[in-house]
């Protein structure tokens, strides 16, 4: 089954909370619940970490927990230790009956700094390989948990271009699967129709995020920092003039595989300057209309 969702930081960021600060709680889950009427919302910093208090929450406005971002740290630490840190979010996960886990790698990510988002961190090959087998062992425990590990390739970290993507698939096995993410994919120097036709059968989470080539492109050639991007517009939804990515044939490569799961407009804009119930009615309007073109619902 396809459901539709979206992520809180097109209304209030994590990276940087400064950005929509001013906007309240209530009036975020109102808009995406009620007034959009999407069936789901990702995690943010402002949602509370009691499980059983994160299910109310969401329900009163109509709206599940999808599941929500965490950071993994296994190039400094072991399977072991990760698998002990992450017990609070998997018990969030398992008790709003949550079937993901979004991984990012993030112990030397820099996309919350304030330095170029050009120098990201990069692997060997040989690291990546060493870095693939822990990976593997946390989503095998996973696994058994009744979660799937879906690792989220990101701006301003390891994994964020095709090659890389294309390598942590190779160095992982059968218990890792993708998120997919259109924006980041194209922003970090891919094809996202390509790119998502040869891992297609292994992804298990769909971002919808689309960018502003314009502005990506500024953001390579001036060095500026992934935040600054972000306040400059690099990102939109779905079905925004300004977008450079067409989700219609994205969708179908979905729809050729028989993909079953959430699709999530995970798209951070500066929200006193683009409307958020505005872009975010645009994003699920387009996206519905496009799934049923081309067969997901």
Request: hydrophobic share 40%; aromatic share 8%.
């Amino acid at each position: 089954m396809i459901r539709f969702g979206t992520n809180p930081i097109a209304w209030a960021n994590d990276d940087d909370q400064t950005i929509g600060a001013n906007i309240a709680t209530s009036r975020i889950l109102d808009e995406a619940g009620r007034q959009i009427g999407f069936d789901g919302i990702e995690n943010g910093h402002r949602w509370p970490d009691e499980p059983e208090a994160l299910r109310a929450l969401l329900a009163d406005y109509g709206l599940v927990f999808i599941s929500g971002w965490y950071s993994t740290n296994l190039l400094v630490r072991s399977v072991e230790d990760e698998i002990a840190a992450c017990q609070a979010h998997l018990a969030k996960l398992k008790h709003n009956d949550c079937t993901v886990m979004i991984v990012c790698e993030t112990s030397n990510a820099i996309h919350g700094a304030p330095c170029p988002v050009n120098d990201r961190p990069r692997l060997s090959d040989a690291e990546m390989v060493e870095f693939g087998v822990k990976l593997e062992a946390f989503a095998a425990y996973l696994t058994g948990q009744g979660i799937t590990l879906v690792y989220h390739h990101h701006m301003g970290t390891i994994v964020e271009s095709p090659e890389d993507i294309d390598a942590l698939m190779d160095a992982t096995g059968p218990h890792t699967h993708l998120l997919f993410d259109a924006g980041h994919c194209a922003f970090g120097g891919g094809d996202p129709v390509a790119v998502l036709t040869r891992h297609a059968a292994r992804v298990r989470h769909f971002h919808a995020k689309n960018i502003r080539p314009t502005i990506t492109a500024r953001v390579r050639a001036e060095g500026l920092s992934f935040l600054q991007g972000v306040v400059a517009g690099a990102f939109t939804v779905p079905g925004d003039q300004d977008g450079g990515i067409d989700f219609a044939p994205l969708l179908q490569v979905l729809a050729n595989v028989g993909y079953d799961g959430w699709i999530v407009i995970e798209a951070e804009q500066d929200p006193d300057a683009r409307n958020p119930l505005l872009y975010q009615t645009l994003g699920l309007a387009t996206l519905k209309r496009l799934s049923a073109q081309a067969g997901l619902i």
